[in-house]
């Protein structure tokens, strides 16, 4: 298997990398300034951290999406490119929250990168609350869309939500609560559920997710459910008692989250996510820019399940 070199890529957050059907690796992640969107492209993964980088949208100078604009992810459905993002109309906290909400990016072109990229609209969740961390994946037909969301109802800042999609903004049922922040690890700083990344793999729909603060508290946690079942069903998934990757003090990695999934070349999986090397984060960890984008291999248990590991 390849050797990668860490961090693949430095101060970007939130990393989302795919490979296309055309062959190239593309990579967009959070930039330290929070106010557009990047997008770079390689034939190989190694090549990512010095190919050009493209800033394809940037934030408007106000209304409801003109700041912070957090984790975007780039997908191919209903035949267009599409990315997902988060943002918000200021940086002011409400009732101790941001006022994110979740966004569609769409174009038609070939190369995304090349892309004329033009606003879809909101994505409507049938909650008017606090939501970001968007993601995509397809699955016996169905085109499923899984965020994060604070229920007014449910106590912490935000857990985790699925549904089927009609189109790229509109929901095609309503949204189903998976997980909520019920474990000591997921409440460290914060109660938090968000991030969620797909990996279909040994007859398991697998979702990993980051839990608590962003400072050296951040974690992976795991849900999964049965290939074959109702994936709209909550009673159907079930979370691991542990997470699956922590802060490791030997390595000097800190904070791992907020992860996606891909292959190398030769087919092995990936987990791509971002980390710090330090802990001494001075005032609000979302203002330290030096989370950067790390990738280790994924190894799985005698049950099927991501295997809990070491940062790398």
């Given at each position: 298997?390849?050797?990668?070199?860490?961090?693949?890529?430095?101060?970007?957050?939130?990393?989302?990398?795919?490979?296309?059907?055309?062959?190239?690796?593309?990579?967009?992640?959070?930039?330290?300034?929070?106010?557009?969107?990047?997008?770079?492209?390689?034939?190989?993964?190694?090549?990512?951290?010095?190919?050009?980088?493209?800033?394809?949208?940037h934030a408007p100078s106000?209304?409801?999406?003109?700041?912070?604009?957090?984790?975007?992810?780039?997908?191919?459905?209903?035949?267009?490119?599409?990315?997902?993002?988060?943002?918000?109309?200021?940086?002011?906290?409400?009732?101790?929250?941001?006022?994110?909400?979740?966004?569609?990016?769409?174009?038609?072109?070939?190369?995304?990168?090349?892309?004329?990229?033009?606003?879809?609209?909101?994505?409507?969740?049938?909650?008017?609350?606090?939501?970001?961390?968007?993601?995509?994946?397809?699955?016996?037909?169905?085109?499923?869309?899984?965020?994060?969301?604070?229920?007014?109802?449910?106590?912490?800042?935000?857990?985790?939500?699925?549904?089927?999609?009609?189109?790229?903004?509109?929901?095609?049922?309503?949204?189903?609560?998976?997980?909520?922040?019920?474990?000591?690890?997921?409440?460290?700083?914060?109660?938090?559920?968000?991030?969620?990344?797909?990996?279909?793999?040994?007859?398991?729909?697998?979702?990993?997710?980051?839990?608590?603060?962003?400072?050296?508290?951040?974690?992976?946690?795991?849900?999964?459910?049965?290939?074959?079942?109702?994936?709209?069903?909550?009673?159907?998934?079930?979370?691991?008692?542990?997470?699956?990757?922590?802060?490791?003090?030997?390595?000097?990695?800190?904070?791992?989250?907020?992860?996606?999934?891909?292959?190398?070349?030769?087919?092995?999986?990936?987990?791509?996510?971002?980390?710090r090397s330090y802990t001494?984060?001075?005032?609000?960890?979302?203002?330290?820019?030096?989370?950067?984008?790390?990738?280790?291999?994924?190894?799985?248990?005698?049950?099927?399940?991501?295997?809990?590991?070491?940062?790398?």
């Amino acid at each position: 298997m390849m050797h990668y070199i860490n961090p693949l890529i430095n101060q970007r957050a939130d990393p989302h990398l795919s490979l296309g059907d055309d062959g190239y690796y593309y990579f967009t992640a959070s930039v330290p300034e929070y106010d557009r969107i990047e997008l770079r492209r390689a034939r190989h993964i190694t090549e990512l951290s010095c190919a050009e980088t493209v800033d394809i949208w940037h934030a408007p100078s106000s209304g409801p999406y003109s700041s912070l604009i957090w984790a975007p992810e780039l997908h191919n459905l209903f035949d267009q490119w599409v990315i997902y993002f988060a943002a918000a109309p200021n940086r002011e906290i409400v009732d101790g929250l941001f006022q994110h909400r979740m966004y569609a990016l769409g174009c038609h072109a070939e190369n995304p990168c090349n892309g004329d990229w033009k606003l879809l609209g909101q994505v409507d969740s049938g909650i008017d609350s606090f939501c970001l961390d968007a993601t995509h994946f397809k699955h016996h037909g169905k085109s499923f869309y899984v965020w994060a969301q604070k229920d007014p109802s449910i106590a912490g800042n935000s857990n985790l939500y699925i549904a089927t999609l009609k189109t790229p903004t509109w929901l095609d049922s309503p949204a189903v609560c998976l997980s909520v922040p019920d474990k000591s690890w997921e409440q460290q700083g914060f109660k938090v559920n968000e991030g969620p990344a797909i990996l279909l793999r040994n007859n398991k729909v697998m979702i990993t997710y980051s839990a608590s603060a962003t400072d050296e508290n951040y974690c992976i946690g795991l849900l999964w459910a049965d290939t074959r079942s109702d994936l709209l069903d909550p009673n159907n998934w079930h979370k691991l008692d542990d997470p699956i990757l922590t802060s490791s003090v030997e390595r000097e990695i800190y904070g791992p989250g907020h992860n996606s999934f891909t292959c190398d070349e030769q087919g092995h999986d990936l987990m791509v996510y971002h980390a710090r090397s330090y802990t001494d984060i001075k005032g609000d960890p979302l203002w330290d820019p030096n989370r950067h984008t790390r990738i280790k291999h994924v190894n799985y248990g005698n049950d099927g399940l991501i295997k809990p590991d070491l940062p790398e």
